[in-house]
C-alpha cells in the first residue's frame, strides 16, 4: 500500500491522499482516556474484536474531518466484516463516489502463515495465526466477495504471491496508472 500511495502523491502532488486503515486508528483512539477508549483498549489486548460502531465511527470521523471532495482515500485493510463493508457503501454514496476501486491483494493462506510468523510479534504464535486466518475464511472473505459481486465497485484481483514491486505493478496496470 505505500508504493500506491507514494506513487499517487508523487502523480499529482495537488491531491492530498486520506489514509483509513482501522489498526492505526485504533491505536492512536486508545491512547486517550474515556470510557470508551479505556474498553477498546481492553477489548484489543485481550484478543478480542473491537465492535463495528467502534470502528466505523473512526473512519467517519476522520472523513467528516478531512475529506472535502478533492481527495483520493485510500482503505487499507479495511472494512473487514460484511456489516462494515455496507457502511462503507453508505459512505462512498453518500460522498458521490463513483465506481470505486477495490484492490485485493490476494495470497496463499501459507504464503500469509510464513509472513507473519517470521514478523515475529508476540501476538504471531502459530495457534493466534491460525486463529486469525479461520477468521479471515470467515469473516473477511465475505467482504471480499461482496465487493467482487457488486457493480458498484471496480473490483481488481490481484497475485500477491510475488514480490512486492511486482505486486505494485500489476497494481498499476490493472487501475490503467503506469505509464
Request: hydrophobic share 40%.
Amino acid at each position: 500500500m505505500d508504493l500506491l500511495k507514494t506513487y499517487l502523491a508523487n502523480k499529482d502532488t495537488q491531491k492530498k491522499i486520506l489514509h483509513v486503515e482501522s489498526g492505526d486508528f485504533l491505536r492512536e483512539f486508545v491512547k486517550a482516556d474515556s470510557y470508551t477508549q479505556k474498553k477498546t483498549k481492553f477489548v484489543m489486548e485481550n484478543g478480542f474484536l473491537v465492535p463495528e460502531s467502534v470502528v466505523v465511527y473512526l473512519w467517519m470521523n476522520y472523513l467528516i474531518k478531512n475529506f472535502t471532495g478533492q481527495e483520493n482515500i485510500m482503505f487499507d485493510g479495511c472494512p473487514r466484516k460484511i456489516d462494515e463493508a455496507k457502511m462503507l457503501s453508505d459512505a462512498l454514496k453518500f460522498y458521490d463516489i463513483e465506481k470505486p476501486d477495490v484492490v485485493y491483494v490476494n495470497v496463499a493462506r501459507t504464503w500469509a502463515e510464513e509472513k507473519l510468523l517470521n514478523r515475529a510479534r508476540k501476538d504471531d504464535t502459530v495457534e493466534g495465526i491460525k486463529n486469525r486466518m479461520d477468521y479471515f475464511d470467515k469473516e473477511v472473505i465475505p467482504v471480499i466477495e461482496y465487493f467482487k459481486n457488486n457493480k458498484y465497485y471496480n473490483f481488481i484481483d490481484v497475485n500477491g504471491d510475488q514480490t512486492r514491486e511486482a505486486v505494485h505493478e500489476e497494481i498499476l496496470a490493472k487501475l490503467g496508472l503506469n505509464s
